[in-house]
């Protein structure tokens, strides 16, 4: 069974900064893409940023030049450095990922994943 798992949200203040971190875990074979969303209430979910295996990058606009997504292919970790934060920042983020895993009957499985959500909160 695989497993994203996130850390690192909190409360800061604005123009302060924040990583996150997702670690994916169980019978993984390989993590192809990675990426982080995020839901404010009464909003759409919003895709912040994507990197793909070889480490190619696409940021939404809200977000480009502040925030940096990077990943540790050998350890399937990926992380958002967040800068400059602003109040409209805050919401709820996801990490998610497509993974081959290995099922118990020795086939293989390619499926997205998400985490369950980490609480970003930007105020004074």
């Known amino acids: 069974q695989v497993q994203l798992v996130e850390s690192g949200g909190g409360l800061v203040q604005p123009g302060g900064s924040l990583r996150l971190s997702c670690a994916a875990s169980?019978?993984?074979?390989?993590?192809?893409?990675m990426a982080w969303d995020r839901q404010a209430p009464g909003k759409q979910r919003e895709l912040v940023a994507t990197?793909?295996?070889?480490?190619?990058?696409a940021y939404a606009d809200s977000v480009k030049g502040r925030f940096t997504i990077s990943r540790d292919n050998a350890k399937n970790t990926v992380h958002l450095q967040m800068n400059s934060l602003k109040p409209e920042d805050s919401a709820v983020y996801y990490c998610n990922a497509h993974i081959i895993s290995r099922t118990d009957s020795g086939s293989y499985s390619a499926s997205d994943y998400w985490g369950q959500g980490t609480q970003v909160t930007v105020s004074s």
């Open positions: 169980g019978s993984i074979v390989s993590v192809t893409a």
């Open positions: 990197i793909t295996r070889s480490g190619s990058t």
